[in-house]
């Protein structure tokens, strides 16, 4: 049933004081109890992206985190009926949108996609299939990656230092692997081989002897032991942290 226009207006003007605290005219009101509604959602608001963001929380000052919020809350439409995926718009406010503090603090969106991520991957439905691979492998086998993963690329290695101690001065090419494994999310600090190495298995080079062959003839300045050595080292590596949940043989 739709709302009559008037029933619409006065709640709009309730919804707009809560996220402004500009008040308007809203015929019944109580004026010494409204102010309990804006600070009772704005307290919700602001718990939950404390909760979501603990490390950007720690990186800027109480004025610095309230002044976020508060634009958040008075600016923003939000769209997912969903609490859990309320940090993501605001990451994305703040990603899309001009503020001092991104100058001040360079690596802001990096270090707020990185809690996302966390909390993203650790809420995404399940992807691996039921299946019991082999835990041993030769250079024929089929490799069975964790499929509940992303990587990323950032400017700032803000998944290796504490965001207090990053300058300007690291920024760079940092790629990281995230992925859940038995109900938790992991993150590791890969190289631009390895994003290659995954990006082929993802495209169907699931062979180790394949990739191995691959990588040899995309990267021939480099000697070919090497490469190898490097990507069973990977494969190992990967495999005793559950991101490579097993092997079968190869066709």
């Not at 634009?71 to 703040?94: D, G, K, L, R, T």
């Not at 039921?130 to 069975?144: A, G, L, M, Q, Y």
Request: proline content about 2%.
């Amino acid at each position: 049933m739709q709302l009559s226009k008037y029933t619409s207006s006065q709640q709009n003007s309730f919804a707009n004081y809560c996220r402004t605290e500009d008040l308007t005219q809203i015929d019944g009101l109580t004026k010494n109890r409204i102010h309990h509604y804006r600070r009772l959602i704005r307290g919700v608001i602001d718990d939950s992206l404390r909760s979501a963001y603990p490390l950007t929380e720690n990186l800027l000052t109480d004025d610095e985190f309230h002044f976020l919020v508060d634009e958040f809350i008075a600016n923003h439409n939000c769209q997912s009926p969903q609490v859990w995926q309320m940090p993501f718009e605001f990451y994305s406010f703040i990603q899309e949108n001009e503020f001092v503090l991104k100058t001040k603090y360079p690596f802001l969106i990096d270090l707020l996609l990185f809690e996302w991520k966390e909390i993203e991957i650790y809420m995404m439905e399940d992807l691996n299939d039921e299946e019991n691979p082999e835990s041993s492998f030769n250079e024929k086998s089929r490799i069975i990656i964790n499929r509940e993963f992303e990587i990323l690329k950032l400017d700032y290695p803000v998944h290796l230092k504490s965001a207090n101690e990053i300058t300007g001065g690291d920024r760079g090419e940092y790629y990281l692997l995230m992925f859940r494994y038995n109900d938790k999310v992991q993150f590791y600090d890969i190289s631009s081989f390895y994003v290659w190495m995954l990006s082929e298995i993802l495209n169907g080079n699931y062979i180790i002897k394949g990739i191995i062959k691959s990588a040899v003839s995309l990267f021939n300045d480099y000697d070919e032991e090497i490469i190898k050595r490097n990507i069973l080292q990977f494969i190992n590596s990967m495999q005793q942290k559950g991101f490579i949940l097993g092997f079968t043989n190869g066709k």
